[in-house]
Structures are given as C-alpha cells and as structure tokens.
C-alpha cells in the first residue's frame, strides 16, 4: 500500500468508463502511463501510474502497478473535464 491506497482498489480505476489514460513518462526502456478513474461510481478519484508487459508464455498484456493516490484537486479538475 502507497499513500494509503492499495493497489487492490486502485485497479478498479481501469473499470471507469470515464477514465482518462495520459502518458506519463519513460524510464530506462519501460513506457509509463497513468489512468485517472472513479472507484465504484464514489467520489473517489485516484490515479494510478503503470506499464504493459507482455506476457512470457501466453503474450497477453499484464498491467503493473507502479504507484497509486487520489487524485490532486487539479487532477480532478481534468479528469471532470475529460469526462464532458
């Protein structure tokens, strides 16, 4: 847990239809990007930073969480406008 937010519910921010995937930046070979998402239809809107592996056996994509939060006021502001 990272600032006080699992990744098991920051997960759920991929099941928002409203989200909202930004790049974030690369580091080393590894791409990173960022979604923004409303958990459960709550008030809570978290941001999550991550990467797509591929799969060694199978070449499915497997989404890592890197790090996880709520959203900043600002951040939510974007994410609101996204949403419209």
Do not use: C, W
């Amino acid at each position: 847990m990272k600032h006080g937010l699992s990744f098991e519910v920051a997960i759920r921010a991929f099941d928002d239809p409203a989200a909202a995937f930004e790049f974030n930046s690369t580091v080393g070979n590894e791409d990173r990007q960022q979604v923004m998402g409303r958990i459960d239809g709550s008030v809570l809107i978290v941001l999550a930073v991550y990467t797509i592996k591929q799969g060694q056996n199978d070449g499915q994509e497997i989404y890592r969480i890197i790090s996880a939060r709520k959203a900043s006021p600002s951040e939510r502001e974007r994410y609101a406008e996204a949403a419209h």
